[in-house]
């Protein structure tokens, strides 16, 4: 079977988290990072049971170079985080990363700075839409007051450091975002800061008030020509899966003062894929990531992600990515697994007489670099 060698290719990863400065330590806290689930037995027991996590543990035996579960845990507690991310990214051959800060804290992240000089790769950040959006709330007065300081936030961007943005609304009230009366935002807004009052604290679950400061960001993305990522589809039971369909977006995708603003659906859209696919290949500001460490699945099912997007979407509306976040041996696998499916893929293009072999060759390298170094304007502050 053909299959396209692309283990030269340097990898520059779309969307991901970062890496926290102090490391985990116990089978138990290692287990726990490797599912969406809040249950306790899911996380300390069964997720040793899935495909993911064993072909995670073979992997990091291979690496390491020991054998077992704990023999991982052990070897990979002997390095200091620094050790970690440079032995891992540099054999990974990671060359660039597009970070959302929202998560982990910043407090628990490891340094920018420590991280760069680690890792080699290039470092471009993302502002959560949603943790600034409440911070806001609690710092405001007056309804006016926060439309005001939100504006401020998104309004020069590049500026203050970011890339570009990302919404977790999938996480909040879903992805229909609307657009709402004055009446109804101010209503929506005064449910907040309630909250607010009771807690000294906001979880931004008030869909009025939430779509509307959206609203104001997808203006000044658009304007400055800014991608927006998107949370879509797997995550923990936080998410409404039901409201969290690339679908959901079409008020956002046929808004016309939109269409400069490149949108960007995470994770391969799983179990959306297909959906996420059509999208990225009917609407010329849609993007599909393609994330192959988040969601945990089985190389099987990335092949699946990978070829429902390959048969559809252009090539250059595709960008490799891990959702790797808080251990660096989620950047590392995603890489390593990435490159697999993805050449693999193509290889069964190449055999069904779609492609020949340069042009899958190139596909492969503007899926893995390419196209993002494009949409966030490494080393340049541009989005070319």
């Not at 692309?6 to 726990?32: F, K, M, Y």
């Not at 907040?192 to 931004?204: I, M, P």
């Not at 269409?259 to 990225?280: I, T």
């Not at 693999?344 to 190449?350: C, K, W």
Request: hydrophobic residues 45%.
């Amino acid at each position: 079977m053909t299959s396209i060698d692309l283990s030269d290719v340097p990898v520059v990863d779309n969307h991901c988290h970062a890496i926290e400065a102090v490391q985990r330590t116990g089978v138990a806290e290692w287990r726990a990072l490797f599912t969406e689930s809040p249950d306790a037995g899911m996380r300390s027991l069964e997720v040793a049971d899935t495909a993911f996590y064993r072909r995670l543990t073979r992997s990091l035996e291979g690496f390491y170079g020991v054998r077992g579960e704990e023999e991982v845990v052990r070897a990979r507690a002997r390095r200091s985080t620094a050790e970690l991310v440079g032995e891992l990214f540099r054999d990974a051959n990671i060359r660039g990363v597009v970070i959302d800060t929202g998560y982990p804290a910043p407090e628990n992240a490891m340094d920018v700075r420590e991280f760069t000089e680690a890792s080699g790769a290039e470092y471009v950040a993302l502002l959560r839409l949603e943790v600034a959006f409440q911070e806001l709330v609690v710092a405001s007065s007056s309804f006016e007051e926060l439309v005001e300081r939100v504006r401020d936030l998104v309004g020069d961007v590049r500026g203050s450091g970011f890339a570009g943005f990302k919404s977790i609304a999938a996480y909040r009230t879903g992805l229909a975002i609307e657009r709402w009366s004055d009446a109804d935002a101010r209503a929506s807004y005064a449910d907040a800061l309630a909250e607010v009052s009771a807690t000294g604290s906001v979880r931004l679950g008030y869909k009025p008030l939430l779509d509307t400061l959206l609203h104001l960001a997808f203006e000044a993305a658009a304007e400055q020509e800014l991608p927006v990522q998107f949370h879509i589809g797997y995550g923990d039971p936080d998410v409404d899966l039901r409201a969290a369909s690339p679908l959901e977006l079409r008020n956002i995708l046929e808004e016309p003062a939109y269409r400069s603003m490149p949108v960007v659906l995470l994770h391969g859209c799983w179990p959306y894929f297909r959906e996420g696919a059509y999208l990225s290949s009917v609407y010329a500001n849609a993007y599909l990531d393609l994330s192959y460490a988040v969601p945990f699945i089985s190389v099987a099912e990335m092949k699946s992600m990978t070829r429902a997007a390959m048969a559809v979407a252009p090539f250059s509306k595709l960008m490799y990515s891990s959702d790797g976040s808080r251990v660096p041996e989620l950047s590392w696998i995603a890489a390593r697994d990435g490159r697999r499916v993805i050449g693999s893929i193509l290889g069964e293009l190449v055999e069904d007489g779609d492609l020949g072999i340069d042009d899958a060759r190139d596909a492969g390298e503007r899926i893995l670099r390419g196209n993002a170094l494009r949409m966030y304007g490494f080393g340049s502050g541009e989005r070319g």
